[in-house]
Protein backbone atom coordinates (compact mmCIF):
# COMPACT_ATOMS: atom_id res chain seq x y z
CA UNK A 1 0.00 0.00 0.00
CA UNK A 2 1.55 3.32 -0.50
CA UNK A 3 1.99 5.86 2.48
CA UNK A 4 2.11 9.26 3.27
CA UNK A 5 5.24 10.12 2.38
CA UNK A 6 5.84 7.93 -0.95
CA UNK A 7 8.86 9.16 -2.07
CA UNK A 8 9.45 6.47 -5.11
CA UNK A 9 6.10 4.48 -5.41
CA UNK A 10 5.07 1.67 -7.93
CA UNK A 11 2.49 3.79 -10.11
CA UNK A 12 0.35 1.96 -12.87
CA UNK A 13 -1.19 3.94 -15.45
CA UNK A 14 -4.26 2.69 -17.56
CA UNK A 15 -4.37 4.29 -20.95
CA UNK A 16 -1.65 5.59 -22.46
CA UNK A 17 -3.35 8.90 -24.34
CA UNK A 18 -2.15 12.24 -24.24
CA UNK A 19 -3.47 12.64 -20.72
CA UNK A 20 -1.94 9.49 -19.43
CA UNK A 21 1.18 9.49 -21.22
CA UNK A 22 1.35 13.01 -19.63
CA UNK A 23 0.57 11.64 -16.30
CA UNK A 24 3.62 9.38 -16.61
CA UNK A 25 5.92 11.24 -17.64
CA UNK A 26 5.38 13.74 -14.83
CA UNK A 27 5.43 10.88 -12.09
CA UNK A 28 8.41 9.29 -13.44
CA UNK A 29 10.09 13.05 -13.41
CA UNK A 30 9.95 12.52 -9.72
CA UNK A 31 11.37 8.95 -9.48
CA UNK A 32 8.17 6.91 -9.60
CA UNK A 33 8.53 3.17 -10.97
CA UNK A 34 5.91 3.79 -13.67
CA UNK A 35 4.02 1.30 -16.24
CA UNK A 36 1.73 2.72 -18.66
CA UNK A 37 -0.56 0.18 -20.28
CA UNK A 38 -1.52 1.24 -23.92
CA UNK A 39 -4.68 -0.32 -25.70
CA UNK A 40 -2.69 -0.09 -28.79
CA UNK A 41 0.90 -2.63 -29.14
CA UNK A 42 2.32 -0.33 -31.31
CA UNK A 43 2.04 2.36 -28.54
CA UNK A 44 3.69 0.72 -26.33
CA UNK A 45 6.49 -0.61 -28.12
CA UNK A 46 7.44 3.24 -29.26
CA UNK A 47 7.17 4.22 -25.71
CA UNK A 48 9.70 0.66 -24.75
CA UNK A 49 11.91 1.26 -27.75
CA UNK A 50 11.98 4.94 -28.52
CA UNK A 51 11.41 7.07 -25.26
CA UNK A 52 8.14 8.72 -27.06
CA UNK A 53 4.43 8.36 -28.02
CA UNK A 54 4.05 10.00 -30.93
CA UNK A 55 0.25 9.46 -31.43
CA UNK A 56 -1.04 10.80 -28.47
CA UNK A 57 1.75 13.20 -27.20
CA UNK A 58 3.86 13.85 -30.36
CA UNK A 59 7.21 15.66 -29.74
CA UNK A 60 7.40 14.95 -26.12
CA UNK A 61 10.32 13.24 -24.80
CA UNK A 62 9.42 10.65 -21.77
CA UNK A 63 11.48 9.24 -19.28
CA UNK A 64 13.35 5.64 -19.98
CA UNK A 65 12.10 4.76 -16.98
CA UNK A 66 8.38 4.23 -17.85
CA UNK A 67 7.43 0.62 -18.92
CA UNK A 68 4.54 0.53 -21.35
CA UNK A 69 2.51 -3.17 -21.90
CA UNK A 70 -0.39 -3.61 -23.58
CA UNK A 71 -1.34 -6.72 -21.53
CA UNK A 72 -3.35 -5.64 -18.41
CA UNK A 73 -1.56 -9.06 -16.53
CA UNK A 74 1.68 -7.05 -16.91
CA UNK A 75 1.71 -4.32 -14.55
CA UNK A 76 2.40 -6.29 -11.55
CA UNK A 77 1.67 -5.62 -8.41
CA UNK A 78 1.40 -1.39 -8.23
CA UNK A 79 0.71 0.52 -5.36
CA UNK A 80 -1.65 2.31 -6.83
CA UNK A 81 -3.62 2.60 -10.08
CA UNK A 82 -4.60 5.62 -12.26
CA UNK A 83 -7.46 4.78 -14.61
CA UNK A 84 -7.24 7.45 -17.09
CA UNK A 85 -9.30 6.08 -20.19
CA UNK A 86 -12.07 7.39 -22.36
CA UNK A 87 -15.37 6.97 -20.60
CA UNK A 88 -17.17 4.36 -23.20
CA UNK A 89 -14.07 2.23 -22.43
CA UNK A 90 -13.99 2.92 -18.10
CA UNK A 91 -16.38 -0.24 -17.44
CA UNK A 92 -14.61 -2.73 -19.30
CA UNK A 93 -10.74 -1.75 -18.09
CA UNK A 94 -12.63 -1.95 -14.53
CA UNK A 95 -13.26 -5.37 -14.88
CA UNK A 96 -9.97 -6.38 -16.50
CA UNK A 97 -8.52 -4.50 -13.86
CA UNK A 98 -10.28 -6.32 -10.90
CA UNK A 99 -9.03 -9.33 -12.46
CA UNK A 100 -5.47 -8.64 -12.21
CA UNK A 101 -5.26 -6.27 -8.76
CA UNK A 102 -5.08 -7.38 -4.89
CA UNK A 103 -8.74 -5.97 -4.21
CA UNK A 104 -6.90 -3.20 -1.39
CA UNK A 105 -4.96 -1.70 -4.54
CA UNK A 106 -6.17 1.96 -4.65
CA UNK A 107 -7.69 3.07 -8.37
CA UNK A 108 -7.65 6.83 -8.97
CA UNK A 109 -10.26 7.55 -11.87
CA UNK A 110 -8.98 10.36 -13.69
CA UNK A 111 -11.51 10.51 -16.21
CA UNK A 112 -13.97 12.48 -16.87
CA UNK A 113 -17.68 12.11 -18.16
CA UNK A 114 -20.31 9.48 -17.87
CA UNK A 115 -21.32 5.95 -19.52
CA UNK A 116 -23.60 6.65 -22.51
CA UNK A 117 -24.88 3.23 -22.16
CA UNK A 118 -26.08 3.90 -18.92
CA UNK A 119 -25.94 7.40 -17.90
CA UNK A 120 -24.41 6.75 -14.83
CA UNK A 121 -21.37 8.85 -13.84
CA UNK A 122 -17.84 6.77 -13.85
CA UNK A 123 -17.96 6.51 -10.35
CA UNK A 124 -20.64 4.69 -10.02
CA UNK A 125 -19.59 2.52 -13.16
CA UNK A 126 -16.43 1.75 -11.14
Not at 42 to 70: F, K, Q, S, W
Request: with cysteine; charged share 20%.
Amino acid sequence: MPHESCESCEIAIIGAGAWGTALAQTLAARGHDVVLWAHEPEVADEINRHHRNERYLAGVPLAPAIRATHTLSEIGAPEIVLLVVPAQHTRRLARGLAAVLAPETPVVLCAKGFEQASGKLLGVVV
